[in-house]
Structures are given as C-alpha cells and as structure tokens.
C-alpha cells in the first residue's frame, strides 16, 4: 500500500510517496517529482523495483524555485549508510550495477561516493550518446564540475555534516554536494554504463552565471583537500580557483567566461 504524508514546505503543500521501503535498507533514493510526466515516472520505478534493500521516496510539489531545499529534504528522509537521488526522467538501464556501487564503496572506506556513465536520450528514447568519462581526480572536478552527475551513490556520513548549504543553491545543488563532501574522502568512477538520462533539464534552467560562480568556489577548498602529489592544478586557475570546461552534458556551455 502507497503511503502519503502531507506537510507545509516553502510555503506549499507537499506530498511524500514512500514508494518502497526496507527495514534493512542499505540505500535510500530520493526521487523529486516535478514537471515529469507520469509514465516517466512509472518507467524509472519499474527500472529500479527488483534491487534490494531500499528505500525509494517520491516528493511531489512545493520545490519549484528551490532544488536545493528540496534536497535537504530529501537527504534528510531517511538514515540508511547510502543514499542518492534520481530524476523522474531518467532510469536505469543496468540496475544491477547499483550492487556493484555498493560494493565498492563497502571495500573502500576512504571513498565518499561511486559513480559511472551513462547514456542520453532525446523525447523518443532514442539514445544520442554515451559518456566514456575519465577516472575522478580533484582537477577534473575543479576544471568539469559536470562530470560527477547522473547515477551516483554518496556515503551519509559525508553528506549530512553540510546538507544545510544547499540552501544557499535554488539549482547547482548538486554540484555543490558533490564537492562539500570531499572533505572527507574521495569519489571513483567506475567503469560500467548503469544511466539513461533525458536530454536537457527542468532545474538547470533556474540557474545563473553567478550562481555556477559562487558554486565552484564554495566546493574548491573540500575538493582541493584530495589533491595528491601527482595532481597538479593550473596556476592559471589560481584566481578563481578553478576555470570549469565548455562542455556540459553533451551541450556547449561557453562557462570559461565567468573566470576571465
């Protein structure tokens, strides 16, 4: 049975859909539900329905303006080792993988999140490319800020102690989580193709040149913490602290400017 709880957030009502729930979840997804249509929807619930050990929560209303509340509410739903989020138009194409995730980060204590490729898609499912991303280092995430998206798992305990700054980010939110929890560890990527993502993105259209700014240079000292002596920054950067790339999710983004 489909529980709903209601409750006043940002000023609207909102709706909760405890879609799946497991008493020994290991992994808690968050799925916030906006514009999406609901066979969108029901196509990414029927992608993840056979994984174990989960729990799936579906927010529904009341975050238009603001992802990033959203998101700390939805973080905030559950208190399982794992979690991450989905969006209503995107599945998975590999939901076995997420065991694979899970693995990974249960046999490496010093990572703080695990992500992989993914395949996009236009309106007709037809797929427009496949991502073959580089392995995770501090530069690529200071220089592509965009390239630790899409199916990703987060360790809790690294994602709690900022929560609270996504509310300071109405969209970029995830960029902003994905670098504040490098203060305790690292990410890897892993080589598997686990994602179809929708093309273009209903959140990334309330956001601003300032905004992607203020982002990056609010996550560079956590994401700097893991530079290695290997891994060299460009002292070009130094000003800013990092100069984002012109590419993001297959679209040319002209973002080099904001850094000039």
Not at 5 to 19: G, P, S
Not at 84 to 111: R, T
Request: aromatic fraction near 8%; include cysteine.
């Amino acid at each position: 049975m489909v529980m709903v709880r209601r409750f006043i957030y940002l000023e609207n009502k909102m709706k909760l859909i405890n879609h799946k729930h497991s008493a020994n979840a290991i992994l808690d997804f968050h799925i916030l539900w906006y514009k999406e249509t609901k066979e969108q929807l029901e196509r990414l619930l029927e992608s993840i329905k056979d994984i174990g050990n989960i729990n799936v929560d579906i927010v529904s209303g009341g975050f238009e303006g603001h992802i990033g509340n959203a998101r700390i509410y939805g973080f905030g739903l559950r208190d399982s080792k794992y979690c991450s989020f989905i969006d209503p138009d995107d599945y998975l194409i590999n939901p076995e993988h997420v065991e694979i995730l899970i693995d990974e980060l249960e046999q490496n204590k010093e990572l703080v999140g695990v992500y992989t490729d993914y395949e996009a898609i236009d309106k007709s499912n037809k797929v427009l490319f496949r991502t073959n991303k580089k392995q995770w280092s501090p530069t690529l995430q200071l220089t592509n800020p965009f390239d630790v998206l899409h199916l990703k798992l987060y360790r809790r305990s690294a994602v709690m102690p900022r929560l609270k700054l996504l509310s300071e980010t109405p969209t970029y939110e995830e960029i902003l989580i994905n670098g504040l929890v490098c203060e305790f560890g690292k990410w890897r990527k892993l080589d598997l193709c686990s994602y179809r993502k929708s093309d273009g993105g209903v959140s990334m259209r309330l956001a601003s040149d300032d905004l992607l700014k203020k982002v990056i240079k609010t996550t560079t000292p956590f994401v700097m913490k893991q530079r290695g002596m290997g891994d060299k920054i460009s002292s070009g950067l130094s000003k800013v602290g990092l100069k984002p790339c012109a590419g993001c999710l297959g679209r040319t983004a002209k973002l080099n400017q904001l850094f000039a």
